[in-house]
């Protein structure tokens, strides 16, 4: 069973940073790309970055030098630091699971956290 659990959101200024975390079980976190999207009211679900079992890294160009991906072996864990936040980085946060690799589209991830909120106030 493929278990995914965020945390890290918060309220933080505009120009401030959040470190969101997504642990994930020791098999998924070696076995599957793990990428995070974010959902703002009224808009679709977005893409923001995902990290394969390699290693390498995709990024939506709208978070490229402001947010990294990163992961930690010895944890099961997969970050998203995020720097210079934007209100319109408001959303909820969503860490997710895929078979395949590179993957980039909600579609391609078949499990999801429970998503963790972020609003940055201007």
């Known amino acids: 069973q493929v278990q995914l659990v965020e945390s890290g959101g918060g309220l933080v200024q505009a120009g401030g940073s959040l470190r969101l975390s997504c642990a994930a079980s020791?098999?998924?976190?070696?076995?599957?790309?793990l990428g995070w999207f974010r959902q703002a009211p009224g808009k679709e679900r977005e893409f923001i970055a995902a990290?394969?079992?390699?290693?390498?890294?995709r990024y939506v160009d709208s978070v490229k030098g402001r947010f990294t991906i990163s992961r930690d072996k010895t944890k099961n864990t997969v970050y998203l630091q995020m720097n210079s936040l934007k209100p319109e980085d408001t959303a909820v946060y969503s860490c997710?699971?895929?078979?395949?690799?590179?993957?980039?589209?909600?579609?391609?991830?078949?499990?999801w956290g429970q998503g963790t909120q972020v609003t940055v106030s201007s």
């Open positions: 997710a699971a895929s078979p395949t690799w590179p993957a980039s589209t909600a579609h391609e991830y078949g499990y």
């Open positions: 020791r098999r998924t976190f070696n076995s599957y790309g």
């Open positions: 990290i394969g079992w390699s290693g390498e890294t």
